[in-house]
């Protein structure tokens, strides 16, 4: 998908990964691109509006763990101004596992009400016109980081979830892949809580193997973008961008 005039939600757009990946996206001649996130930063909205003005770049303050009604306000409001929106991508996250029920609040219930808010507009069943959905999984929700299996299993949630939204496309006409990130250089592992402390040194153990930059992880996850592909599990790590196969062990068979 040529992103030139798309119209482009970005949930945590303003974060580590989130900031980079904004600044790529403006370089592709996007119509609108709306940054939701917990707090706005006028300084980073501005930089990105600088990048590239034919872009219209627009922030709304957004916790992704209100309610779904408030969420359906918020995008009836981004709807009534844009009229159309091509792309949604939720990348909110915590990392610390002495936040047992926030890391769950953010990390996975806060995605699946954002996607189900935006399928009152975009549900081909209600008329709407499809869309395609981008989360934020984690090479975690492959194999986890069993200091850390809170966050490990919300993400491991968000791979699943993503993956039913993927194969429900026929019914809603909205599409969905998922971009799992490596170990990134952001402040999310600079230092965090294992569960009941299990392990104290977690993020200086994880930081002594290689990493990649928020920028190497940033281009890759346009990439994932622009190919758009419905069930798609990307893993981007060590600054290369790669499809995973799926094992299935099971099949409901219906
Ligand atoms: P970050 O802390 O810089 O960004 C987190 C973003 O989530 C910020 O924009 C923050 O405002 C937003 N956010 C947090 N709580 C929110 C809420 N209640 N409502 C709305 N927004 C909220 O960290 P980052 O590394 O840039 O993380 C961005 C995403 O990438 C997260 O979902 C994170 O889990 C995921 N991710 C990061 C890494 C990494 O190494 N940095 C990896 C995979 C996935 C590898 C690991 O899983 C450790």
Request: hydrophobic share 45%.
């Amino acid at each position: 998908m040529a992103l030139t005039n798309k119209n482009i939600i970005f949930v945590a757009g303003l974060g580590g990964i989130g900031l980079d990946t904004s600044r790529e996206l403006v370089k592709r001649d996007l119509k609108n691109l709306v940054i939701l996130d917990r707090i706005d930063n006028p300084a980073a909205i501005a930089e990105l509006k600088a990048i590239n003005p034919k872009v219209t770049v627009t922030f709304y303050p957004y916790d992704v763990t209100a309610p779904l009604t408030e969420t359906t306000k918020l995008l009836k409001t981004i709807f009534a101004q844009l009229k159309t929106v091509d792309v949604l991508i939720n990348g909110a996250g915590i990392l610390d596992d002495h936040q047992i029920e926030r890391t769950i609040a953010v990390n996975f219930t806060g995605l699946v009400n954002t996607t189900t808010a935006i399928l009152d507009f975009w549900d081909k069943r209600k008329g709407g016109p499809g869309g395609v959905i981008c989360n934020i999984g984690s090479v975690t929700g492959f194999n986890a980081i069993y200091q850390v299996p809170v966050y490990s299993a919300s993400k491991a949630a968000v791979v699943s979830f993503t993956q039913s939204i993927a194969k429900l496309a026929n019914v809603t006409g909205v599409t969905a892949f998922t971009v799992n990130p490596g170990i990134t250089k952001t402040t999310l592992v600079h230092k965090f809580n294992s569960w009941l402390d299990v392990e104290t040194r977690v993020a200086e153990k994880l930081l002594e193997h290689p990493t990649q930059t928020t920028l190497a992880c940033a281009q890759n996850f346009v990439k994932a973008i622009e190919l758009n592909k419905n069930g798609a599990i990307w893993k981007l790590d060590l600054g290369t961008l790669e499809p995973i196969e799926w094992t299935k062990h099971w099949d409901s068979g219906i």
